[in-house]
């Protein structure tokens, strides 16, 4: 795998800290640095807090969903600018309703190792606001 020209901070947020885990021993080999969330709030407090450059983002969590996470990042001009990937079991209009919302890629649940890689790496090299402009363009 390619190594990354400087290290990229990534927020993995979701319920299942087996996911979380396996996330992260997979994306670390990449020369990533991570931070961990287990709800939506907390998600939310990093983005605020942190130097997060990328958000892997479940939408079925307790507390505050992913969904919540979505709508309070249309909300702020900082956390729009923060690339998100959702990775989840949700299928269908969810989906859609998600890149509505802004997401750089959607990774289904259960997902492939390398998708993820590849994902990740395509949605940080892309210009950091590119997805709020891209919705912002005149029809």
């Not at 947020?13 to 931070?35: E, H, N, Q, W």
């Not at 997060?52 to 307790?62: G, H, I, R, S, W």
């Not at 992913?66 to 989840?88: C, H, Q, T, Y």
């Amino acid at each position: 795998m390619a190594q990354v020209d400087h290290q990229s901070n990534i927020l993995v947020v979701d319920d299942d800290p087996t996911i979380r885990r396996m996330i992260v021993a997979s994306l670390k080999r990449d020369g990533y640095s991570f931070f961990e969330a287990a709800n939506g709030q907390e998600a939310l407090d990093a983005m605020h807090d942190k130097d997060v450059d990328l958000v892997l983002l479940d939408l079925m969590m307790p507390y505050v969903s992913g969904w919540d996470v979505l709508k309070e990042r249309e909300k702020d001009a900082a956390m729009s600018r923060i690339p998100v990937i959702v990775v989840s079991a949700n299928r269908g209009a969810e989906v859609a309703d998600a890149v509505n919302r802004g997401v750089c890629a959607y990774l289904p649940k259960p997902f492939d190792l390398t998708a993820l890689h590849a994902i990740v790496r395509s949605c940080l090299e892309s210009p950091r606001h590119e997805t709020s402009a891209m919705r912002d363009l005149p029809q």
